[in-house]
């Protein structure tokens, strides 16, 4: 599935947050004007990231049951729910779950953070 496939995908453009905020991994929610939107968003170096904030093992946020999301290592994400872990550069999945995270292309436009076109 690809994130443009939720319903509630925000349009290129809309503003996710300060790109200042993102010093580490945040599960935030874009509101549109067709609900709201789950995004998990997490500074790698110099690099922002962004996923669909669902694991696609049950479609829970990775947060589910807590918010230690990355791996000891700091190089997976990881769901809080069932323990799968994912790779935080590709979203591919490495343990517990079939298929990877849908990433959300976001870009830095002066001080804010956006959804990328
Ligand atoms: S819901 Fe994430 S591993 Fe099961």
């Known amino acids: 599935m690809a ?3 939720y319903s509630t995908a ?5 503003r996710i947050c300060a790109a200042a905020r993102i010093t580490a991994v945040h599960p935030l929610t874009v509101t549109t004007e067709r609900g709201s939107f789950p995004i998990l968003v997490l500074r790698d170096g110099a690099t922002i990231r962004a996923y669909v904030n669902a694991c696609p093992h049950q479609y829970l946020p990775l947060d589910y049951r807590g918010t230690n999301l990355l791996s000891a290592d700091g190089t997976k994400l990881l769901c809080t729910a069932h323990g799968a872990s994912f790779d935080k550069t590709t979203g591919q999945a ?6 990877g995270l849908d990433q959300v292309p ?8 956006v959804i990328a076109a």
Not at 10 to 14: I, K, M, N, R, V
Not at 106 to 113: A, F, P, R, T
């Open 3 to 5: 994130w443009t496939d």
């Open 10 to 14: 925000p349009a290129p453009g809309t």
């Open 94 to 99: 490495i343990t517990g779950a079939d298929c």
């Open 106 to 113: 976001v870009e830095q436009i002066g001080d804010d953070l």
